[in-house]
């Protein structure tokens, strides 16, 4: 690179005018400079600043040591550049959350009724004399009692209050729950600088500019630089640009890295030139956030000059080519990625329940006013009076009440809840059990999870490579031979082969603990080849000392397409020599010589190839050993060879030496892949490596098992039997392919991307199937993002596919699936147990108080008892329930799949069979109590009567039959014992007592706002005994066997195949379930008050990365959808944000739209958190 700073110093002056403290450019001017591109960049670098080297002076930085790292100098560049953080948007304030709590629909009609049952309860009419207005007022004698009217009005506005105070509480400490799980992501980000001249990693926010930091395959940057040195050097800018072909970045050319994009080929060194919000994302974060007004003025102006790069194209990813198939055909038959399949059925049933719930209330509030009217007007004859009116007013009022209170009970809004409580437990527990979830619904989805495609080398495996066997000059050694049984000339050409060609971070350091292993730093092949070199007592850093890597001439770094990795050197006579390394069936094909015993390269004949890898590859392999082979090529003098044309350059190479590389599987796999298989999962391995290796280790894993006819294929193999003559997936062929097939071995990214998503899109079992995919690599996030759940390893895993996965595994061990796969079943059962009972009391009440109503004027239970009531049966027990620990035996039963029902035959069974107890309970109470217990019957009393201790027998029995069912509904799979493992959920246990104690205190001390007088003990048993009934009554139901009650209907069911074919799904409705379909026909305005369903699921939306909860919203309306055709095929989320920044002012217009139309209820979708 030229250094032109001799000739343009009056181009300086400016920069040096305005510079802050002592470095010799301020923000601005850097920011200026990112905002550049390829040629322009590379010409402002050296015509202003004088070339890359110079920056880092003004920066007071050096290249190659890095900064010293001095404290008092980090904080300085902290203050003049920014620290490396996005401030995340402010969270809602308490306040802000219990207004939304009030926009719950029901709640506003229970409080409009309630305030003018207040108002009326004050007004009392001028002279209205009683006897005219007939039986209305009689009873309203005591005066006290006439002026307790209002108490009734008050104790529902308090009970609202309560009830949304609770729901405030709980979304408050969801969100801050969220926002510790989304730090705690952040703080385990690291990155690579140099400091002092010693390689280190610090926490990606420490990071300041004039850093030099180290950038390899597969990182996410985190910060904007400046290119210093690079080696092939490949990178996805899509998530800014759109652009998705990846962008080379070389110092002649565009040395420009930009935080946000993913390095996808190669490595290098740059210097930090911008973090945190003067960063390229920080940038669009700021903006995201309405940023501060100038600061976004500036920063549009400065966008729009390069308005190509904005117009945001679909991305020609995997998944772009596709859709881009599709839009011919324009309809799609199956949904792309539906909602979560819980949450699918969950929103399905909710809107059942609610319709059931309307419809009820409705006609309870119609015939009471009939009855009132007829038997007022008609059979009493009296005729309307003025004065009267406010009396018959007031018993409007309280019928509507009472036809409120039905709804209420009836819609379940402990659902969201509950869901949420489950979810959120069981997310802190993963954490222990080496689960970090990214995205709540991962965990869930988890538990139906049918298949699981691992990779092999680090999950199934312990990822510790170590060479056990070599075949070097003609000599296959089963151990590691001794180095004086090798020729001087090839250990030579051995070490240098190894410390030159891999990676510079790679590398071997003394053990942490004394005794212990060395530790492998980097990639771990390159570590077991370096230990190699350990082992024939040479040492490789020696070499690199010698050869640093900016003499490296040329770099082709290792990837999926090559399978090798390739280092050219330039000798001082001019002439090259290159080193090879790569998967030895590969590498072997393009070597021509080898060097036998003599250290003399000889021919290497296509059938000496074939001999060797029958006598010494085929059997390494067949001991589940990865076979490397390492060769190099020398090119003469004089002319260049053009290094572009790879091809040419590698070709003609000798083979030095083929080793044999051990990855032991770890103890635990073997005993996790059984319990597994046992529990209906199947597992598939995809790997790079050679097919025997692959087939060994999955044999000594249990994926393949003596005697069963299950297929092991190669990458190449699998494209031939599933494409057709121009190369397009066939579904169908390849549905004859996967349902064998255990192990896919040779396969390329692409190759795992297309099986999973064939998985994923067949239809040919009886039911869909739900695929897990573990990934390490840059090239799994296609797979990762489109797999139901993706897992992501922690340790060996890259940025990229941390950032595509649902699920970060910290230990990278295959075990934490199967633990991720209890908890995910354990939240579905948590959830069908509150479902369970929930249901049982709605069933219950629902009917108690429509009938109630019908005959007897008056529902038996009033509306506080019945906030009471739902308060428990809601908030508590979704606590209680939700929070039931997992057990081994949920591994013994097989997966539900998509289209299980939430409620199973068995439940059913039971909500029924408890409804018929509790009815005939409550309704024997109510016709014929006051007999049983000689107290004064409580039905037909004038309004505004005192409390009867026969209404309060009902209601205490009917909350009594309540909690003993809570203990009936922790199980529902028809098991005989409830208490089991009770004490292992203190929650639950506290939950039941509180209920209790709660209970007493509002019969005795509860008065008139409850509707209650005080019982004596012997009711109080008799009370209790009937709930304990409950119990006894359960044990009889489950005798019942399921198959004499095959006219039992199941709810809640999943997406059948069957609508989802007859229903043809345009592109832009692909995200919205039929649940949301009916609502969207708006048959049911109130129903918005359920979308809190939407709002609690939605915090998984909001948590995605940055800006993806807009896309919740944009999910949402599919108007809008389909005027953002460009962001169907979107693949990362801030993407999505872009275009609804930068583009036209009609998108900005939509997404205002977006923000009114998400109703009110589900606010958080409508907002970015980043």
């Known amino acids: 690179m030229t250094n032109n700073s001799a000739d343009h110093h009056p181009g300086n002056s400016v920069v040096e005018g305005n510079h802050e403290g002592d470095f010799g450019c301020s923000v601005m001017d850097l920011r200026d400079l990112m905002e550049l591109r390829s040629g322009e960049a590379v010409n402002r670098i050296n015509d202003t600043y004088g070339g890359v080297h110079n920056i880092c002076k003004r920066l007071k930085t ?70 005219m207005c007939g039986q209305a007022a009689a009873g309203a004698e005591d005066e006290g009692e006439a002026q307790a009217g209002w108490i009734e009005g008050a104790a529902i506005l308090f009970s609202v209050f309560i009830v949304v105070l609770v729901t405030a509480f709980n979304d408050w400490s969801k969100e801050k729950q969220f926002r510790g799980l989304q730090s705690r992501i952040e703080q385990e980000q690291k990155f690579t600088v140099i400091r002092k001249g010693q390689v280190i990693q610090i926490p990606v926010a420490e990071i300041v500019v004039g850093d030099i930091a180290q950038i390899k395959y597969g990182d996410l940057l985190p910060t904007d630089g400046i290119l210093i040195q690079g080696n092939d050097l490949k990178i996805d800018e899509s998530s800014l640009t759109g652009e998705s072909d990846q962008v080379k970045k070389s110092l002649e050319k565009d040395p420009m890295l ?185 965990c869930e989805t988890m538990g139906n999870a049918t298949a ?3 990779d092999k ?131 072997l094909r393009k070597c021509t010589k080898i060097l036998d015993k003599n250290g003399e390269a000889r021919i290497f004949k296509v059938k000496d190839r074939d001999e060797m890898v029958k006598k010494v590859i085929e059997p390494m392999a067949c001991q589940g050993l990865r076979t490397i082979c390492l060769a190099y090529r020398d090119f003469p003098a004089g002319v260049e060879p053009d290094w572009d044309t790879e091809n040419e350059i590698l070709f003609d190479l000798t083979c030095i030496a083929v080793v044999g590389i051990e990855d032991p599987v770890r103890p635990e796999v073997p005993d996790a892949i059984l319990k597994c298989q046992r529990a209906g999962i199947t597992v598939r391995m995809v790997t790079g490596d050679n097919i025997n290796t692959a087939r060994a280790i999955a044999t000594k894993c249990g ?66 199937e739900v695929v897990a995919v573990t990934g390490d690599g840059t090239n799994d996030g296609p797979a ?49 147990k509150f479902l369970q009972f929930q249901l049982t009391v709605n069933v219950v009440a629902v009917i108690v108080a429509f009938t109630g109503a019908c005959i007897t004027q008056d529902s038996p239970l009033k509306a506080v008892q019945m ?34 029902p939430l409620i199973s035959r068995t439940m059913m069974k039971n909500i029924l069979g408890h409804a018929v107890y509790q009815l005939t309970i409550i309704f024997t109470l109510l016709f014929a109590g006051e007999k049983f217990f000689d107290i004064d019957s409580g039905r037909n009393v004038p309004l505004h009567s005192p409390p009867t201790e026969h209404y309060t027998i009902v209601f205490n029995t009917f909350v009594m039959m309540q909690l003993f069912n809570e203990i009936n509904a922790r199980k529902i799979h028809g098991e005989r014992n409830v208490f089991e493992a009770i004490f292992r959920n203190p929650i639950f246990c506290s939950v039941v007592l509180g209920t209790f104690v709660a209970q007493i205190i509002i019969v005795e001390f509860g008065g008139k706002p409850f509707s209650c007088s005080g019982l004596t003990l012997s009711q109080w048993f008799w009370c209790i005994f009937i709930g304990v009934g409950e119990l006894l009554w359960g044990q009889l139901i489950s005798s019942i066997p399921n198959k004499q009650l095959m006219f039992l209907k199941e709810a809640g069911h999943g997406i059948n195949k069957e609508d989802i074919n007859d229903e043809e799904y345009t592109e832009g409705l692909d ?100």
């Not at 939304?100 to 305030?115: F, P």
């Not at 299950?710 to 121009?726: A, D, V």
């Not at 990762?784 to 390893?793: I, P, Y």
């Open 258 to 442: 930009l935080s946000g994009t993913h390095v996808m080929e190669g490595s290098g060194r740059m210097l930090v030139s911008a973090v945190g919000v003067n960063s390229q994302t920080g940038i669009i974060f700021t903006l995201l956030g309405a940023g501060e007004g100038e600061e976004e003025k500036k920063v549009k102006k400065a966008k729009t000059q390069d308005g190509v790069a904005l117009e945001i194209q679909p991305l020609k990813s995997q998944e772009g080519v596709e859709n881009e198939e599709k839009e011919e055909k324009k309809k799609v038959k199956v949904p792309k990625k539906e909602k979560s399949v819980l949450q699918g059925k969950l929103t399905h049933l909710a809107v059942q329940i609610g319709k059931a719930g309307l419809i009820m209330s409705a006609i309870t509030v119609i015939i009471l006013v009939l009855y009132f009217v007829i038997d007022t007007f008609g059979i009493q004859g009296r005729r309307w009076l003025t004065e009267c009116t406010p009396i018959y007013i007031q018993y409007f009022v309280k019928f509507f009440i009472i036809g409120v209170t039905v709804l209420v009970v009836a819609v379940p809004e402990g659902l969201p809840l509950a869901v949420t409580i489950s979810l959120a437990y069981s997310v802190k527990k993963m954490m222990k059990d080496n689960n970090l979830v990214r995205h709540l619904d991962a």
């Open 867 to 900: 906030l009471w009531v739902n308060l428990i049966m809601d908030t508590f027990a979704s606590l209680a329930l939700a929070t039931e620990p997992p057990t081994e035996s949920l591994l013994l039963r097989k997966p539900y799949g998509r289209n299980k």
């Open 62 to 131: 050096s290249p190659v040591e890095g900064l010293s790292g001095n404290p008092a100098d980090l904080e300085k560049r902290r203050q003049v550049f920014g620290q490396n953080f996005i401030p995340p948007k402010k969270a809602k304030t308490f306040l802000q959350l219990v207004w939304e709590a009030l926009q719950d629909v029901t709640l506003i009609i229970l409080e409009i009724a309630a305030i003018i049952s207040l108002g009326l309860s004050f007004y009392h009419p001028p002279g209205g004399d009683n006897e």
């Open 784 to 832: 990762l993002k489109k797999a139901d759940v993706g897992f992501a390893m922690g340790i060996a895993g890259t940025d990229v596919a941390k950032e595509a996965s649902d699920i970060i595994l910290t230990d990278d061990n295959f075990t934490s699936i199967v633990k991720a796969v209890m908890w995910g079943r354990n939240v579905y059962d948590s959830i069908s």
């Open 452 to 454: 699981i495609c691992s």
């Open 457 to 587: 080398t680090g999950t199934l495996t312990m990822n510790r490579m170590t060479v056990v066997q070599a075949y070097v000059g003609d000599t296959h050694y089963r151990q590691i031979p001794d180095p004086e049984a090798i020729l001087p000339k090839i250990l030579d050409l051995i070490i240098n082969g190894v410390a030159i060609n891999s990676a510079y971070t790679s590398k071997i350091l003394p053990p942490e603990k004394e005794g212990g292993l060395p530790r492998q730093v980097g990639n771990k092949t390159e570590c077991s080849l370096l230990g190699f070199v350990l082992d024939l007592k040479q040492d490789y850093q020696a070499v690199r000392n010698e050869v640093p890597e900016e003499k490296l001439y040329k770099v082709y770094t290792f990837n999926s397409v090559r399978k090798s990795m390739s280092t050219v050197l330039k000798n001082p006579d001019g002439s090259f020599r290159m080193y090879s390394k790569g998967a030895s069936e590969i590498l």
């Open 1071 to 1170: 995200e919205i379930d039929h649940a949301e379909m009916e609502l969207r026909r708006g048959q049911i305005l109130w129903f918005r008050g359920l979308n809190r369903i939407q709002t609690q699921m939605d915090v998984v939306y909001t948590f995605q990365t940055g800006a993806s909860s807009l896309q919740g919203a944009l999910r949402r309306q599919p108007s809008i959808v389909s005027q953002h055709h460009d962001v169907k095929n979107v693949s990362s989320p801030t993407h999505v944000a872009l275009s609804s920044v930068n583009s036209t002012p009609t998108t900005s217009a939509a997404a205002a739209a977006v923000a009114a139309a998400s109703p009110p209820a589900g606010n958080q979708s409508g907002e970015c958190v980043p």
């Open 703 to 768: 994926i393949l098992l003596p005697g069963e006819d299950f297929l092991c294929m190669e990458g190449k193999e699998f494209n031939r039997l599933i494409r057709n003559e121009k190369g397009e997936v066939e579904q169908e062929q390849l549905d004859k392919v996967w349902p064998k097939l255990r192990v896919l071995a040779r396969s390329s990214p692409t190759d795992k991307h297309t099986l999973v998503k064939g998985i994923i899109d067949s239809t040919v079992g009886e039911r869909r």
